[in-house]
């Protein structure tokens, strides 16, 4: 099984700031990686797969990168409505897995 | 409109079973990959069970494998989850979840249901 990892698990960032969040998986998935957008109370959005091709109705600030076992999303300037908890998710192998998650919330 | 809309949750006692419905609609279900991921209260996502788009072929989380089976019914724009020997640990919200079609590195899921309440407990 292909585990996942997310650092930091709480990240605090002012709006307008950027935000960096990081995934790591235990083994390469080469670019088989999305990022997920979840609110409280709300369903999971899908916000990049391939580790850098952003959804449909995605906005610009939301940037995917990285390949192999190292990804990163970046937010380049936070709105309100992004304070929420991003997962990451390897496709690459059976089981699929989500990574903890990291909470994104106001500084 | 893409709509994935879940039912059958409910309250259930450990060692029970229960069928989650996902009944799908703007869109052809035939051509896709469903799955179904859960989320207990207050935690991550966890991916649960992927069936092809025929059906031909189904996975399993190792926490489920062996007491949940995931089907589809293209004709009838349903997926099922059959779960049994249900246990307290299984108890979360269930979506059900469409997946990106194949090609190249595409993937995840970009639709979700709202999602369907499974309460495992004496």
Known sequence: EIVMTQ???TLSVSPGERATLSC??????NSNLAWYQQKPGQTPRLLIYGASTR???IPARFSGSGSGTEFTLTISSLQSEDFAVYYCQQYYNWPLTFGPGTKVDVK | EVQLLESG????????SLRLSCA???FTLSTYVMNWVRQAPGKGLEWVSSISESGGET???DSVKGRFTISRD???????LQMNSLRAEDTAVYYCAKRL????????FDKWGQGALVTVSS
């Open chain 2, 24 to 26: 799908a609609s703007g």
């Open chain 2, 74 to 80: 293209n004709s009838r724009n349903t997926v099922h």
């Open chain 1, 7 to 9: 650092s930091p698990a």
């Open chain 2, 9 to 16: 949750g409910g309250l259930v006692q450990p060692g029970g």
């Open chain 1, 24 to 29: 790591r998986a235990s083994q390469s998935l």
């Open chain 2, 101 to 108: 079609p194949y090609g190249g590195s595409s993937g995840g």
């Open chain 1, 55 to 57: 959804a449909t109705d």
């Open chain 2, 59 to 61: 996975h399993y989380a």
